[in-house]
């Protein structure tokens, strides 16, 4: 089998590398080899020059505050550029995987939502990722489409790695504590990938949107303190005294973007769907320090 990976030097493309390539011949691009999710016209070419039967999709526009006032760029990149790639893996009978994110909702309530409910995003970055995964579906492509969370890996930029950077370098950190999520390993999202598209393949009826996050949910806050704990322990030279990491609320702390105050996310379908569990979020957060600490 043919496997296409695009963005592969994202946090999530450099886990997928490892976790796809034992399903066959596997193809990976970032955008400076063909695969430009800016350029429509080169990444249709380099799709039907690859001919895939798997395309996994792990490029996006991240930059959620910058894309407030870049909107066109998150537009085409997350939204547009999915579309195309719906479009031509409908044409080639590929499987096309897909990320999305907990920022498509609104964030109001306590509970955890499921994939049937209600958007609304508040952000241009969450406006574009709901816009690519309605493309994809209406598309009508066989497709696997998997909304996360916090992103986090070894490799890469991320929440975690800025709260211990800024651990070494200041005496008081402000956190926010009303925002409410999973921290989700890329390493875990891409055996979930493995594992889901390999399943979806040899029966196509379990495709479609699903909720992929990991166990557990804490606050920003917390995940921020718990990080800094560990490093401590590890022997990092850490400023921040534990309670000098403060808890505030999303008012004092203002962004271009609005983020959603509840982002928890139900897993019940996937793990009903594809009989798979998903750890507590602690675990690979655990292993993430051990590997960028050593
Ligand atoms: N990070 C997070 O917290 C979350 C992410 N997600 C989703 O998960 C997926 C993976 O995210 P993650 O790995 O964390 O993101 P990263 O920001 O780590 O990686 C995104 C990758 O996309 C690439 N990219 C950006 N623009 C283009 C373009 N025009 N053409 C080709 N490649 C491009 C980037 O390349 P370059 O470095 O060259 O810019 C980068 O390698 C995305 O769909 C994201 O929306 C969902 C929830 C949370
Ligand atoms: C740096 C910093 C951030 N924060 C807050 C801002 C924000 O609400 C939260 C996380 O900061 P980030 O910059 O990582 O936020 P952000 O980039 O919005 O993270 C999001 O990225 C996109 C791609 C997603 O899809 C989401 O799931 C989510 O992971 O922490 C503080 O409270 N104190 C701080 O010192
Ligand atoms: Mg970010």
Redesign the pocket.
């Given at each position: 089998m043919k496997i296409l990976l695009?963005?592969?030097?994202?946090?999530?493309?450099w886990e997928l590398q490892r976790a796809l390539a034992p399903l066959g011949e596997l193809v990976a691009l970032?955008?400076s080899e063909g695969?430009?999710?800016?350029?429509s016209e080169q990444l249709i070419a380099t799709v039907r020059a690859v001919a895939p039967q798997l395309i996994v999709?792990?490029?996006?526009?991240?930059a959620v505050d910058k894309a407030e006032s870049d909107a066109a760029a998150a537009q085409?990149?997350?939204a547009i550029?999915p579309g195309l790639l719906a479009r031509e893996a409908k044409a080639l009978g590929a499987l096309l995987v897909?990320?999305?994110?907990?920022?498509v909702f609104d964030g109001s309530g306590d509970q955890p939502r499921d994939e049937t409910a209600a958007t609304g995003p508040l952000s241009v970055y969450g406006a574009s990722?709901l816009a690519g995964e309605q493309a994809i579906a209406a598309s009508a492509c066989q497709h696997l489409t998997l909304?996360?969370?916090?992103?986090?890996?070894a490799r890469?930029?991320?929440?975690a790695k800025t709260m211990l950077r800024l651990a070494g370098e200041r005496e008081q950190l402000k956190v926010i504590a009303d925002q409410i999520g999973a921290p989700?390993g890329?390493d875990l999202?891409a055996d979930l990938t493995a594992h889901m598209a390999r399943a979806t393949l040899a029966n196509p009826q379990l495709g479609g949107l699903y909720h992929a996050v990991a166990g557990g949910q804490t606050s920003w806050h917390a995940y921020a303190s718990h990080v800094i704990e560990l490093a401590r322990q590890r022997g990092q030279a850490i400023k921040v005294a534990p309670d000098q990491i403060l808890a505030i609320p999303t008012s004092e702390y203002p962004t271009p973007a609005r983020r959603p105050l509840n982002s928890r996310l139900s897993t019940a379908k996937l793990q009903q769907a594809f009989g798979l569990r998903l750890p507590e979020w602690q675990t690979g957060v655990e292993r993430m320090l051990v590997e960028v600490l050593g």
């Open positions: 695009l963005g592969k030097n994202g946090q999530l493309g970032d955008r695969a430009d999710l800016a350029n999709n792990a490029a996006a526009y991240t085409q990149i997350n550029a897909h990320y999305s994110t907990d920022y990722k909304r996360t969370s916090w992103v986090y890996a890469g930029g991320n929440f989700t890329a999202l």
